[in-house]
């Protein structure tokens, strides 16, 4: 996974600003930002994998947790747009102008420094889920009452996002971002530089949980899953593990949305609809459960698949996403990563056999 990572960073970069754009071996700058986002979906995908492969929860927030690291993201853009927006106001964006807002709302300073955007780009989701994790899991809420639980959430905070006096933009959010980083958006080279930097934000992301799956800790989350009632039992916190992994989780899928929201050039509270985050299940799912590189494999099959089919065939693509996750539960339980499995112990049991005959 990682070699292969390592190999797309390289390569596209190369073909999109050395080849010329006649050659039928140059990248678009369309594809880049189109495969720069599938990484960002790939994250988000590794940062659910990780708590219901290895944990055992069940989440339909984590879209709620992307968004919110989009906002932080998209809040410091729009701080950098200056005078240049369509009212020529250097403090307040076009939405609050528009609005009548006097004065810049509290929450809303310091968003003009990138390390403090950066930050709360980590600490708003992860303070989010601490606090909802602690809520839920010292009161030892699981199984589907959880996953409802998390789905309410992400709906709640999409209704409050929708409304104006939040200072969110409302529904029509963030957007007309100028540059990042002193960087022009629309710039070549800062799209190639936003496709390396979701890259390498995958890869250790990926390193991090891996290193988190094959610890102690990852042990322990294992084995919640599988018997929560006895690790309790014989004397784990469960609570703090379920808690502590979470976080984790809500912190990687915050990077991934604002990794996500200067390469698509808006954020709005649509990013918080519940079906988003159904379909990060479905993406893990049909890539493979704990197993991280089946989360990423998923992510950027069904997402390829998603562009695709909305323009060949848009009406029937919500079919189209249903059927393959149906046909992925009879036929192919464990995912794709499942089927490589399958296949490599099949060609490690043929070449067994050879070599005893």
Sequence with gaps: MLGLLLAVAVVVPVLNLAVPEGSP?????????????????????????????????????????????????????????????????????????FLDWQSLPWFWHGFDMFWLAALMVMLVPGALAFVFGWLAFRSRVTGVYLSIITQ??????????????????????????????????????????????????????????????????????????????????????????KVAIWTFSAMLAGIAGALYVPQVGIINPGEFSPLNSIELVVWVAVGGRATLYGAVIGAIVVNYGKTYFTGAFPEAWLFALGGLFVLVTLFLPQGIAGLFRQLTRRRGGSAAEGATA
Aim: with cysteine; glycine share 12%; hydrophobic share 50%.
């Design 25 to 97: 071996l140059h990248v678009s700058t369309y594809t880049v930002t189109l495969l720069g986002k599938y990484l960002t979906y790939a994250l988000l995908a590794v940062a659910v994998d990780l708590v219901w492969g290895y944990l055992g929860i069940l989440s339909l927030g984590h879209g709620a947790f992307f968004a919110l690291g989009g906002y932080a993201m998209g809040m410091y853009l729009m701080r950098q747009i200056g005078d240049r927006g369509v009212y020529g106001d250097p403090i307040l964006p076009d939405f609050m102008v």
């Design 152 to 241: 309410a959430l992400t709906y709640a905070l999409m209704l409050a996002f929708f409304r104006n006096e939040m200072g969110f933009g409302g529904n029509n959010g963030l957007t007309d971002f100028k540059d990042i980083l002193g960087f022009d958006l629309q710039a070549d080279s800062t799209r190639v530089g936003l496709f390396v930097a979701s890259a390498v934000a995958l890869a250790l992301g990926y390193l991090a949980c891996r290193w988190i799956v094959t610890s102690k800790l990852g042990r322990v989350a294992v084995a919640i899953r599988d018997a929560e009632p006895r690790v309790r039992f014989i004397g784990y916190r469960v609570d703090r593990v």
